[in-house]
Every structure is written in C-alpha cells, then in structure tokens.
C-alpha cells in the first residue's frame, strides 16, 4: 500500500510543478469576455487591414497572426495530448455502465435502478453545465493554465471514490467533482486542438473524440478485472495512477498556437453589446437544434448504461462487463468516420443521419433482443449503436460553428446553449429510463421505447433545423 500510494503521488507532484505559472493569472477584475471557440471557423482569421499605426488596447483583434497553421508536428502532437485528455475524461464518463453495474449486484444493492442511474446524470449534468464557465476561461487565460487544477482535480475525486462506502459519498466523488473535472479537461482538448486547423477541423475533433471511446474500451476491461484482483478501492486507486501518468504527458503535449484573448473590457454605452443570435429568422434552426439535442441525450445514454445490466439478467455475466468496451469499440470509429464525412456533405445532414440510426437501432435491434436474447446480437448492436452514437458527440460543436454563421459574438452564446440542452436532457433521460425499468422489474421494454423514440424525435428536430437553416435540397452540403 505504502509503495502504491508513492506511485500515486509522482504524477500528482510533477503536475504541481506548474502551480507557479498560474497564480500570477487570476486577479479579481471586471470584465466580459471574447465568446468561446472564436477558431472554429476559417472565415474568421482574415486579416485586418489599417493604414494607422498599432496601438495598444485591451480588445483583442482577429489578424493574420491568428490564421491556424493547419498541421505540422506541434499540431498533430498537441491532438495527441487532447486524444489523452479526452481519455482521462469523457473516457471514464463512458465507464458508466460498468460501475452501474457494480453498484446494483454489490456496493448498493439497496439501491433502485433510478437512484444509481442518478450517479451518471449528475455527473455528466456537472460535465456539461460547467463546460461555458470553462469555455470563457479557456478565451482568458488559455487552455494551458486551466488544463492543471483540473488533471488534479480529475485523479483527486478518482482517488477519494476509492474511500468512498456511502451512496451520497460516490456522489460527490463521481457525480460531482469528476463531473467538474471532466468539463476542465475535454472542452480544452477540443479548443486547443481546433485552434491548429482550418480545412481539417472535422478530422481533428475526431481523432480527440475517439480518445473518450478508447477510454471506454480501456476502462470497462481494465476495472472489472482489476476489481477480481485487488478490490474495488485498489483498483479504483490503479485507475488514478494511470490517468495521473497520463495527464501528465496530456499537459506536456497540449499548447495553442496563439496566445489566450486575455482580458476584455465591458462594453461602453456606445459599443454595441453582443447579439443573442436568436432574433428574426435565424430563431427556427437554432431552437430546433437546440430541442433536437435535448431529445437525442435523452435516449443516448441508455444503452450504455443498461446494456451491461441487460446482458448480465439474461445469462452472459461473465460477458457483460465487455458489453461497454465493445460499444466503445464502435464509437472510436463512430468519432472519426462521421467528422470525415461531415466536411465532404455537410455537419448537418450527417448529425440528421447519425442521430436517426441511433434511435432506429435501439427500436429495431436492441428491442428485439429483449425477447431473442444471443450474445452475437448484443455484439452486433454494440458496435453499431457505439458507431452511430459517437457521430452526435464529435459533431455537436461544428453544427453550433455552423448556426453562429461565423459570428464570434453568437458563437459562445449558442455553444452555452447547446451545452444547456445537453446537460438537461442527461439530468432527465437516465432517471426517467431507471423509473420505468423500475416498474417493470427485470425487465427492459419500456426504457428501450422511450430511449428509441427520444433519439428519433431528436432526429426529426435536428432535420427541421436544417431545413429552416438552407431549405430542404436533399444533396445541399449544410
């Protein structure tokens, strides 16, 4: 033990090595600030043209100096670093359905589908409802000097779920504070690997999202074995000792190609205030959007969170905890495949195409093996639920890019939004399947209708927001 709690504590010492660097950028001012993501989009970098001499001022100017290098070695190796944080983050997010089940047949077996099904969404509530407060941090100070207190943050609350023996302790440990942690690394694995490209955006942004679901493959394989050898509390121990290692080298590699926006003074009463991007006709798309996410993470979750459990009451136990990393397996592709895609025909028409298969695939797949259950079902549906679904994650941001128009101004407003949606439908869609499960017993009928009809309703709201954006040509690139 004594030796263990020494590895634990290297990565921990060489992340504080840092501390220093970021004391010295936090000061108690007044300011508004530069809305989140302003590199998304390639119109954005031109360059500013003036016959007068520079003068200094605290706005920050949109220049040729900031015209992303669109590749090179310090490119690709900071999408590497991102990749890691991506891991370390949404990666354990993506475990949810192994400790689920953990927790139902040991830890909390006292518990009720609905009450465990609380420790996901809270978490992935936190994750997403923190992301815009991190999002305006990332534009101030930069990604780098965020990217410390949050790895952590990260290894602390995965060292404290080790101690933890209370439901309302594994709340806080996993629900809350990993929550927290999560938002302060993924979103600056997407910012700070976003900032190098302009034509290969959508490949980048695939390449990080596929690191949450090589997590995902990682650590439903790893924990359940580790949990036969060593327990759970030292195998929870483990898992932080590796992503202490881990976010290490994520800091190392992850650096921006320009330097944070800074600090912005507030608007005087002659500027003009940034716009709320929802007035006139632009209102239609972006609700629909909006109302489209919302649907879809209402569904989105349930398998991965009950398809271990599912496959565990009808007789493959053993097989069960490998039911998640398989899904994983499809999502690391389902990451990659649709971002590449998305920059050829559109993000829009392939977010309406991957959202609408994943719900098809909950009702006509997934639903028929509750009847004519086979472990080479569950496999099958694994892989292409986890390819479909990956698509809606790694898109989600682009489609915001794409509503803005390349307003900087409306960009950090719809990418709250959009965070808002999605950490809303995660607050309720898990407790809402874990009540309706509750009342059918062992079985899982009902949650797989709500789960599939959710995600198709999402589809149908995401396909109107693109037909209020461009109009309904079927081939148009939108």
Not at 54 to 74: C, F, L, Q, Y
Not at 105 to 134: C, D, H, K, R, Y
Not at 397 to 416: N, Y
């Amino acid at each position: 033990m004594n030796l263990f709690l020494c590895l634990l504590l290297i990565p921990i010492v060489l992340l504080t090595f840092q501390i220093k660097r970021i004391g010295s950028a936090f000061s108690p001012t007044y300011y508004r600030v530069k809305f989140l993501f302003n590199d998304f989009c390639e119109k954005m970098h031109s360059p500013a043209v003036s016959d007068s001499p520079e003068v200094e001022s605290n706005k920050p100017t949109e220049n040729s100096d900031r015209t992303p290098p669109n590749g090179g070695a310090r490119a690709w190796a900071c999408v590497a670093g991102s990749f890691l944080l991506q891991f370390c983050s949404i990666g354990y997010v993506n475990a949810c359905g192994m400790f689920q089940l953990y927790y139902s047949e040991v830890m909390f077996m006292n518990q009720s589908s609905s009450a465990l099904a609380w420790i996901t969404t809270l978490q992935i509530f936190v994750l997403f409802m923190f992301g815009p407060a991190v999002g305006k941090m990332i534009d101030v100070y930069g990604c780098r000097k965020i990217l410390l207190p949050f790895s952590i943050m990260a290894i602390f609350s995965v060292c404290m779920l080790s101690l933890c023996t209370k439901y309302w302790q594994v709340m806080l440990a996993q629900g809350v504070a990993f929550g927290m942690a999560a938002a302060g690394l993924s979103l600056p694995a997407m910012a700070t690997a976003t900032q190098w490209f302009s034509t290969k955006k959508g490949l980048a942004v695939g390449i990080v999202s596929a690191g949450s679901s090589l997590g995902g493959v990682i650590y439903p394989c790893m924990i359940p074995r580790l949990i036969e050898e060593v327990g759970f509390a030292n195998a929870v121990r483990w898992t932080a000792l590796l992503q202490g290692v881990l976010l290490v080298i994520a800091n190392v590699l992850c650096t921006s190609p320009f330097p944070p926006l800074g600090k912005v003074s507030r608007p005087t009463k002659g500027e003009n205030a940034p716009s709320s991007g929802i007035n006139g006709p632009k209102r239609g798309p972006w609700v629909f959007f909006i109302l489209g996410c919302f649907f879809t993470m209402w569904g989105l979750f349930a398998p991965l969170n009950y398809l271990p459990e599912m496959a565990s009451l009808h007789g493959y136990k053993d097989f069960a905890v490998y039911t998640l990393a398989i899904a994983n397996a499809g999502s690391l592709f389902g990451r990659i495949v649709p971002g590449w895609i998305s920059d050829r025909i559109g993000h829009f028409n392939t977010m309406v195409m991957v959202t609408g298969l994943s719900g098809a695939l909950v009702l006509a797949f997934w639903l028929p093996l509750e009847f004519h259950t086979s472990q080479g079902g569950i496999i099958v549906f694994a892989l292409l639920f986890g390819f479909a679904s990956g698509g809606f994650v790694s898109l989600g941001p682009p489609c915001v890019v794409s509503l803005a128009e390349d307003r900087v101004d409306d960009i950090g407003f719809k990418l709250g939004g959009f965070c808002l949606s999605i950490a809303l439908g995660a607050l309720t869609g898990l407790p809402i399947e874990g009540a309706i499960k509750d009342r059918e017993g062992d079985r899982f009928t009902g949650l797989m209708c709500f789960a599939g009809a959710s995600m198709i309703l999402g589809s149908f709201c995401m396909a109107t927001a693109r037909v209020f954006k461009d109009g309904a040509q079927l081939f148009k690139k939108i």
